[in-house]
């Protein structure tokens, strides 16, 4: 059964950097695109990144482009998301997701999220 | 940047209703769409991939239709399990984009 499971959420004061982590298991990690999304407060949806397999290519949205970094260590089967500079409008609750493979297609699973909260 | 604007953005409806949610692509986006439901407090789940394939263990009374820009989301009988947020996902080229969600309400 596939499951991912975020961690690293809390509060944070305007200007901080947090790092997200998503710890994969229930396939084989290194076969999928993924990717975090997040949903501030009462909001909807907002992809925010996405990183290829191997980890060669990464695409963002432009609100975290320059500020939010993704990355993944296959070896232990994990998903990163570094994030500075962060602002009140970052406050989300922020979702790992398998993003793609040719067999599942896009944003099949989920993790619960967690919750980062910006604010002095 | 492709936009997805999704209609309404809430609905109330009783059991057994058929309803019928929009999503309109501002550009072609071929088949490259995905449907997902959220519930309060839980994490999206994917409904309905590729316009129109049910995702494994979804009933089918919800079904998805549509091409190039124009795309729907059809229950064809509300069940009480079906009160929740719907959104739409493109997929076709960066970034990807939600529709803005339509919360489905009973009535």
């Known amino acids: 059964e596939v499951h991912l499971v975020e961690s690293g959420g809390g509060l944070v004061q305007p200007g901080g950097s947090l790092r997200l982590s998503c710890a994969a298991s229930g396939f084989t990690f290194k076969n999928y695109w993924m990717g975090w999304v997040r949903q501030a407060p009462g909001k909807g949806l907002e992809w925010l990144a996405n990183i290829k397999q191997d980890g060669s290519e990464k695409y963002y949205v432009d609100s975290v482009k320059g500020r939010f970094t993704i990355s993944r260590d296959n070896a232990k089967n994990s998903l990163y998301l570094q994030m500075n500079s962060l602002r009140a409008e970052d406050t989300a609750v922020y979702y790992c997701?398998?993003?793609?493979?040719?067999?599942?297609?896009?944003?099949?699973?989920w993790g619960q999220g967690t919750l980062v909260t910006v604010s002095s | 940047d492709i936009q997805m604007t999704q209609s309404p953005s809430s609905l109330s409806a009783s059991v057994g209703d058929r309803v019928t949610i929009t999503c309109r692509a501002s550009?072609?986006?071929?088949?490259?769409l995905s449907w997902l439901q959220q519930k309060p407090g839980k994490a999206p789940k994917r409904l309905i991939y590729?316009?129109?394939s049910l995702e494994s263990g979804v009933p089918s009374r919800f079904s998805g239709s549509g091409s190039g820009t124009e795309f729907t989301l059809t229950i064809s009988s509300l069940q009480p399990e079906d009160f929740a947020t719907y959104y739409c996902l493109h997929h076709h080229s960066y970034p990807l984009t939600f529709g803005q969600g339509t919360k489905l309400e009973i009535k």
């Open positions: 997701a398998r993003a793609w493979s040719y067999s599942s297609g896009w944003f099949d699973y």
């Open positions: 590729a316009v129109s």
């Open positions: 550009q072609g986006i071929r088949t490259e």
